[in-house]
């Protein structure tokens, strides 16, 4: 079964303080990565797709890169706008449904 | 706005009532997901439909959840007998399925408070 891990859980910065976000995954051949925003009570916000390792792919400040085990969504100089939980989800091949980790909660202070 | 639409956004109902969900996917695309999302998690898998025939279904699924997507256009998750336990929020999502392109897009979710 896919299976995918978020850590850490939750985060906590400070404006213009860089960090990045994991993601481990474990599928039966990788069709795809992808990272998604959810803020409170809305549902995700597709942010990028990532299909083989050494991919990379940026939109603002958030930039993720992906390895054979593993995502990575790296957050340069962050707002407090870019408060949000952020999803990892993997897809397989031969397998139509995402799996989802539990997210990372981020919190950036002014 | 062209987005996936979902209806209701919230609704509370007694234990044991039935309730029924809908979703407008994004107008060209022919995939069509549902998940549940419960606090603190990631959504989970329930069900998805390719136009109007559903393919795969989830063991968390139970016989008092169905699915449909008349036309292969909106679809209706309805739920039986309502239980505590399905309190969450219900996500739709679709996709166009080209191959190998997977990405899908969300609704804004139901939210199921079951009292």
């Known amino acids: 079964e896919d299976q995918v891990t978020q850590s850490p859980e939750a985060l906590r910065l400070q404006e213009g303080e860089s960090s990045s976000l994991n993601c481990s995954y474990t599928v039966s051949g990788l069709r795809g990565l992808f990272w998604y925003r959810q803020d409170p009570g809305k549902g995700p916000e597709f942010l990028f797709t990532?299909?083989?390792a050494g991919e990379e792919k940026e939109k603002e400040r958030l930039k993720a890169t992906l390895t054979k085990k593993e995502s990575f969504l790296h957050i340069t100089a962050p707002k407090p706008e870019d408060s949000a939980t952020y999803l990892c989800a993997a897809s397989s091949r031969g397998n139509n449904r995402l799996a989802f980790g539990k997210g990372n909660q981020v919190v950036v202070i002014p | 706005d062209t987005g996936v639409s979902q209806d209701p956004r919230h609704k509370i109902t007694k234990r044991g009532q039935n309730v029924t969900f809908r979703c407008d996917p994004i107008?060209?695309?022919?995939?069509l997901y549902w998940y549940r999302q419960t606090l603190g998690q990631g959504p989970e898998f329930l069900t998805y439909?390719?136009?109007?025939?559903?393919?795969?279904k989830s063991r968390l699924l139970s016989d008092r959840f169905s699915a449909e997507r008349p036309k292969g256009s909106f679809s209706t998750l309805e739920i039986q007998r309502t239980e505590q336990g399905d309190s969450a929020m219900y996500l739709c999502?679709?996709?166009?399925?080209?191959?190998?392109?997977?990405?899908?897009?969300f609704g804004q979710g139901t939210r199921l408070t079951v009292v």
């Open positions: 990532l299909y083989s």
């Open positions: 107008s060209e695309h022919n995939r």
């Open positions: 999502a679709s996709s166009s399925w080209t191959g190998g392109n997977t990405e899908a897009f």
């Open positions: 439909f390719q136009n109007e025939a559903q393919l795969e």
